[in-house]
């Protein structure tokens, strides 16, 4: 009997492995595609798989294809996959979705980088539990690229004095710019000042040279604008709930 039910797993682990190593191939090839069309050399771009939702049998099975850096957006499903995941080495833990501050003490604990730094309280909260657990988290400055912070993000203006508060906090490192293109523009035209944003926060440390920009329909245009990390779920996992972020 529990051979059988041994037999059963392994098969749909099989299956499952098979399927995300051509979506992994395809991902790759769209990466080459869209850094060669921009004149650029892919090993600029690191992908960072987005699990949320796929479980972390999931996540097992992407390190095993070589794949090292993962991302969440909430802490209450992240927290238990990271543990869950903790025997896999060189895996590095990413958060990417708008955080409360009563959450960092938790993602401190497993996210080495968190992308969504946005205003000062965050800042000195991360800082206070980064330093509390001994750890240095990589932060990202995420800018709004539609002027409406309700959805996460600083206003550009807003920018520079944020990098220099992430700089001046022992237990952050300052690590670059983040961007979610908003719904409703082309993503060539709201990418556009990732230049000039990423300027603004390199102004402050040199090497805070990090643009995690690009998702599953937009990683072309992220790439021809510098992001030097993407954030991809569906092309990868395959489609979500539609009422998951
Ligand atoms: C879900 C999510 C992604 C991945 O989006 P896909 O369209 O599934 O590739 C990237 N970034 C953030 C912040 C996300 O929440």
Redesign the pocket.
């Known amino acids: 009997m529990m051979g059988r039910v041994t037999e059963v797993l392994r098969a749909t682990g099989d299956a499952r492995r098979a399927e995300l190593a051509a979506s992994l191939t395809a991902l790759r090839d769209r990466i080459a595609a869209a850094c060669a069309a921009a004149g650029r050399v892919s090993d600029e771009v690191t992908l960072i798989a987005?699990t949320?939702t796929f479980p972390a049998s999931d996540v097992r099975l992407l390190h095993e294809l070589g794949v090292r850096d993962v991302?969440e957006?909430r802490d209450q499903e992240a927290a238990p996959k990271a543990a869950q995941c903790s025997g896999l080495t060189g895996l590095t833990w990413h958060f990417?979705?708008q955080l409360q501050t009563r959450k960092c003490a938790s993602v401190v604990s497993y996210a080495s980088v968190v992308?969504s730094v946005d205003r000062p309280r965050l800042v000195r909260a991360l800082a206070a539990h980064a330093r509390g657990a001994g750890r240095e988290i990589t932060c990202l400055i995420q800018v709004s690229l539609d002027g409406d912070p309700a959805r996460g993000g600083a206003l550009p203006a807003d920018i520079p004095g944020l990098a220099a508060a992430v700089a001046a906090e022992e237990g952050l490192l300052l690590g670059g710019v983040m961007a979610?293109a908003p719904l409703g523009v082309p993503p060539a035209e709201a990418f556009a000042v990732l230049p000039e944003v990423s300027a603004a926060v390199r102004a402050v440390r040199p090497e805070a040279g990090m643009v995690s920009a690009g998702?599953?329909?937009d990683l072309e245009a992220a790439i021809a604008a510098g992001a030097t990390h993407v954030?991809?779920?569906?092309?990868l996992l395959g489609g979500?709930p539609a009422v998951v972020?």
């Not at 954030?231 to 092309?235: I, K, N, S």
């Open positions: 987005i949320k991302g957006n990417v979705g992308h979610v998702m599953s329909g954030r991809v779920g569906t092309a979500r972020r």
